[in-house]
C-alpha cells in the first residue's frame, strides 16, 4: 500500500524559508491530487495547497503569495516551501493525498512533521 | 475563525449514539462533497467519510454521515472508548477555491 514521508528540518528561524519534502513508497506517485496540510498545535486543520503530476497547482488563497508546491516524479516526491516564515506558521505539517479525480477528500496521510519557527 | 462550525465538543456514555454537526454555507458544504476525519490522540487524521455518506474500506458500519442543505452530519452508534478523538468535516469551498475544515470537535466517551 501506499505510504507518505514528510521529511525537513524541525527549526526554522523567522524570515527564512521553510522547505519539506514527502515521499511516496509502495505505489505510483501518478494516481493522486497531493496536497499539503498542516495543523498549529492545538488547533485545527489547514489546507495549503495541491499538485498534480502533470504540475497543475492550487493554493489557499491565504497562504498563495509564500507557497510553491513541486513534484518530482522520478523521485517520487513532493515538495513545500513557505517563504517569510513566522512564529504563526508553528504547525504540523502533513502530506496528504486524494485519489478521486472529481471530489476532495483526502484518503492517505503521512504521519506529519513538527516545524518550529523560532529564533 | 473556521469556514465550517463544529460544536467544540461532544460527549456520551459507552454503547450510545452521538452526532456531530458541520454547518457551512451554499459555496462549500451547500454544493460540496462533505468528508469527515478521525484524528487519534498524537496521530494523523484517517479519513472516516467521504462523498457525505461512504465509508472506506475497514470503517465499521457505526460510524454514517448524512447532509442536508448547508449542513452535514457524523453519527457515531455503539460508542467505545477508543473512539475518543478529534472529529472534523471538510470539503471544497468554490467561492474561496480552497478545501476548507471545521474548527474539529473533540469526543469524549465517559
Known amino acids: 500500500q501506499v505510504q507518505l514521508q514528510e521529511s525537513g528540518p524541525g527549526l526554522v528561524k523567522p524570515s527564512e524559508t521553510l522547505s519539506l519534502t514527502c515521499s511516496v513508497s509502495?505505489?505510483?506517485?501518478?494516481?493522486?491530487?497531493w496536497s499539503w496540510i498542516r495543523q498549529p498545535p492545538g488547533r485545527g486543520l489547514e489546507w495549503i495547497g495541491y499538485?498534480?503530476?502533470?504540475?497543475?497547482?492550487s493554493y489557499n488563497p491565504s497562504l498563495k503569495s509564500r507557497v510553491t508546491i513541486s513534484v518530482d516524479t522520478s523521485k517520487k516526491q513532493v515538495s513545500l516551501k513557505l517563504r517569510s516564515v513566522t512564529a504563526a506558521d508553528t504547525a504540523v505539517y502533513y502530506c496528504?493525498?486524494?485519489?478521486?479525480?472529481?471530489?476532495?477528500?483526502?484518503?492517505?496521510w503521512g504521519r506529519g512533521t513538527l516545524v518550529t519557527v523560532s529564533s | 475563525q473556521s469556514v465550517l462550525t463544529q460544536p467544540p465538543s461532544v460527549s456520551a456514555a459507552p454503547g450510545q449514539k452521538v452526532t456531530i454537526s458541520c454547518s457551512g454555507s451554499?459555496?462549500?458544504?451547500?454544493?460540496?462533497?462533505v468528508s469527515w476525519y478521525q484524528q487519534l490522540p498524537g496521530t494523523a487524521p484517517k479519513l472516516l467519510m467521504y462523498?457525505?455518506?461512504k465509508r472506506p474500506s475497514g470503517i465499521p458500519d457505526r460510524f454514517s454521515g448524512s447532509k442536508s442543505g448547508t449542513s452535514a452530519t457524523l453519527g457515531i452508534t455503539g460508542l467505545q472508548t477508543g473512539d475518543e478523538a478529534d472529529y472534523y468535516c471538510?470539503?471544497?469551498?468554490?467561492?474561496?477555491?480552497?478545501?476548507?475544515f471545521g474548527g474539529g470537535t473533540k469526543l469524549t466517551v465517559l
Open positions: 451554499s459555496s462549500n458544504v451547500g454544493n460540496n462533497y
Open positions: 509502495g505505489g505510483s506517485i501518478s494516481s493522486y491530487y
Open positions: 462523498e457525505n455518506n
Open positions: 496528504a493525498g486524494r485519489s478521486s479525480d472529481w471530489y476532495w477528500y483526502f484518503d492517505l
Open positions: 471538510g470539503t471544497w469551498d468554490s467561492s474561496l477555491r480552497a478545501v476548507v
Open positions: 499538485i498534480y503530476d502533470n504540475g497543475e497547482t
